[in-house]
């Protein structure tokens, strides 16, 4: 419910504003990618309304959301981490 609320709040205001329209939003969620935790994420997407997401280092993270999005304007894209990021 605070997600939705949240962004409907920013689709309120892209709407009046051509700089807010013309921008993007950053969603850095927690790393609970399993179970429930996925489904949150899962959802997280549809709600916001995101047609770029982003996975660093996890095949398995990659995959699945790729076939759960497969039907939707979402594209996900699988980035190694940076050399030395533990």
Known sequence: KQVETLFAQIDAV????????????IIN??????GKGFNILRET????KSNIVIVLDNERLYS????????????VVKLPKSGGVV
């Open 14 to 25: 892209s709407q009046s504003d051509a700089e807010a329209q013309s921008s993007g939003v």
């Open 29 to 34: 969620t927690p790393g609970w990618v399993t």
């Open 45 to 48: 997407i549809r709600t916001t």
């Open 64 to 75: 699945d959301l790729n076939k759960e999005l497969k039907n939707e304007n979402v594209d």
